[in-house]
């Protein structure tokens, strides 16, 4: 809600005589809380009733937290539009400690990402990682019960929401790579809308847009999904893009790791770039991590 009320306000400050309504949803991502969503359908889950709504004509848009988004859009909608990224680091939230690194052997960690799992795993092996599913109070609330010595979340949900202060020390991305489009939002649209892409085209961000598409062509490239922990991160330095990404084994036991930069001048470039550094990944042994995963999956092999 708080992303959609964002986008009214910025829409309304480009057209003042333009009424846009919000239409709330639930979606089967925030009804199904005791699982991993690595077990129930992955993050399509957050997307599919917005974009079920834009079907019938209920909505024009949708807004989503772009790492939710699945990486191939279904057939008959486009992303429209990405928005300036808030901070994409992960967050730690405790009380009790003031750092990963001073947590005791033992200490409970709650995480919903596979990604974050893995980092904390290979890193921290004295610590225990559970699974942490809920919207943000009550992934908070369990925190403050006391069934979790820490909980890893995203700093952006928490900055948005007006809860930095609960973040005990922000995660640098040399500890925790940020998973692809982290911090950043996208708004879909039905394709075919050229009126809405026009109406929505001052919101796009270009270099935000373009460090995602990078991360995101990682991800698309490996068949990135909640079953895969997998991290993309792009940033700027002046005129060159600097992507780093790895794969790794839930445990943390393996990890591959590449980095890559480039000066990308259209979402093609910035493609390219994404496309080169999981060739990278492949290359170096993640296709035997990946293909672990997708038999314990039941999938197909990596490509």
Known sequence: MWQAEHVRAALQQYYPACAVSIVGMTTRGDQILDRTLSKVGGKGLFVKELEMAMAEGRADLAVH??????????????????????????????????????????????TSSLRREAALRGRYPHLVVQPL????????????????????????GLKRLGLAGRIRALIETETSLPAAGQGALGIEIPAGRPDLAAWLAPLNHAPTAL??????AVSRQLGGSCQVPLAAHATWDGP?????????????????RACREARPESAADAEALGVAVAGDLLSQGARAILDTLNQDAGAKPAP
């Open 65 to 110: 937290s772009l790492k939710d988004v699945p990486m191939e859009l279904p057939e008959g909608f486009a992303l429209a539009a990405v928005m300036e990224r808030e901070d994409p680091r992960d967050a730690l939230v405790s009380s009790r400690h003031a750092s990963l690194e001073e947590m005791p052997a033992g200490t409970v960690v709650g």
């Open 133 to 156: 599913r809920g919207n943000l109070d009550t992934r908070l609330a369990k925190l403050d019960r006391g069934e979790y010595g820490a909980i890893i979340l995203a700093a952006a």
């Open 211 to 216: 460090a995602v598409t990078a991360e995101r």
């Open 240 to 256: 060159a893009l600097r992507l780093a990404a790895f794969v790794a084994s839930p445990d943390g036991s393996r990890t591959v």
